[in-house]
């Protein structure tokens, strides 16, 4: 088997990526508690996997409103940056690149995560229907629940979390990470402002395209004004077809993705971003994303393209061949393969993922997936 497009080196940013092969953003719900500190189990899950050419972290909290699910790590606290710091020195130590994803579930969360019990907080008082978030019913204990009823963002407090984006992002370097990828994808909070279903603002915020892309515009413009446009990606969800599968919950189908999604690539490439991420629908059977939005993605954006969803090596070879994709990503395979450019690179075998221990949990499931060994 010959992958040799996906161990070609290649720029991102100022960084030289030895690969192709990236590790995605992957909630895995270990932080330490309380006050969702990263941790030394977490430094040595993303040190075996610095093999990747490129990596970023889980999603983690911009602030404490940001959070949705019980255990994940935030950026906000002196503690949890110094957390970081030892995640961070463990993959420089193995060679490796790696931003942390900045995250905000806006309404995709519940008064129990929330602090003072409050309600959530989101572009419009629209609640989230067709998901769960996961609450903690008890030490290491939780459950899926409904997320509760948002209450609609004053103009000023939008405002307000541009900043603490960009706080956030000064945190991160500050814990060492080479850059930062903005969630904007997976129905959270600057997809809310992005989608018509769930952004009915009357303010400079809602309404035209444009108005809703603004949220998005602002923060990408302010973090890169306080970090450098070079060590800035943005991720996105740009579905063009749903499921009924409760399960699943990538984000929200507008009336026009290809207009959406390639307005927002256009806001991107004026600000001069470093890389986009698309995360593609990855349920059973589901299409694949129109080979004409991929094509426009290439048009408007000279930065670098990811992909990540389903992919083989096979189809991940032939993405960067085709021209259409820089990097691809793999999930699930890098939980259960701390090795996977290795392996791919000599067709090994692949271990199997165990999915009851994706979240939360101890080292089981996490940390003990063999590398492989003739």
Not at 230 to 258: M, Q
Not at 339 to 362: E, K, Q, V
């Amino acid at each position: 088997m010959n992958y040799k497009s996906l161990f070609t080196q290649t720029s991102l940013g100022p960084f030289v990526l030895r690969n192709r092969i990236v590790l995605p953003p992957l909630t895995r719900s270990r932080s330490s508690q309380p006050g969702n500190v990263p941790n030394s189990l977490m430094a040595t899950y993303y040190r075996q996997r610095a093999g990747a050419g490129f990596m970023v972290t889980e999603g983690t909290q911009i602030e404490p409103r940001g959070q949705g699910y019980a255990w994940t790590p935030g950026i906000h606290s002196q503690e949890q940056v110094e957390g970081w710091k030892a995640i961070t020195q463990a993959v420089h130590a193995e060679g490796g690149v790696i931003f942390a994803q900045l995250w905000h579930v806006g309404r995709v969360s519940h008064t129990s995560l929330q602090p003072d019990g409050a309600d959530p907080v989101g572009p419009s008082a629209i609640p989230a229907r067709n998901v769960k978030v996961f609450i903690e019913t008890g030490p290491g204990e939780g459950m899926l629940a409904d997320p509760s009823t948002p209450r609609a963002l004053s103009t000023g407090e939008v405002k307000e979390l541009v900043q603490l984006y960009v706080q956030a992002a000064r945190n991160a370097l500050e814990a060492g990470f080479d850059g930062i990828e903005v969630h904007c994808a997976n129905g959270y909070l600057v997809n809310q402002f992005i989608s018509a279903h769930t952004n009915t603002r009357t303010d400079e915020y809602g309404g035209s395209l444009q108005n809703r892309l603004r949220f998005l515009r602002e923060i990408a413009q302010a973090i890169s004004d306080a970090i450098g446009a070079d060590r800035v990606g943005i991720r996105f969800a740009p579905l063009f077809a749903s499921t009924d599968e409760e399960r699943v919950y990538l984000g929200l189908v507008e009336e026009d993705p290809h207009e959406t999604y390639i307005e927002a690539v256009k806001v991107l490439e004026e600000i001069g971003v470093a890389y986009v991420s698309l995360a593609e629908a990855d349920w059973d059977s589901a299409p694949e994303l129109p080979n004409s939005f991929r094509q426009a993605v290439r048009k408007a954006f000279s930065g670098k393209i990811i992909y990540a969803g389903k992919y083989t090596p096979e189809r991940a070879a032939a993405a960067i061949e085709a021209g259409w994709a820089d990097l691809v990503a793999f999930g699930r395979a890098f939980i259960a393969n701390p090795d996977l450019p290795s392996r791919i690179a000599h067709g090994s075998p692949m271990n199997t993922l165990d999915p009851s221990s994706m979240y939360g949990g101890t080292g089981q499931g996490y940390t003990d997936y063999p590398a492989y060994s003739e």
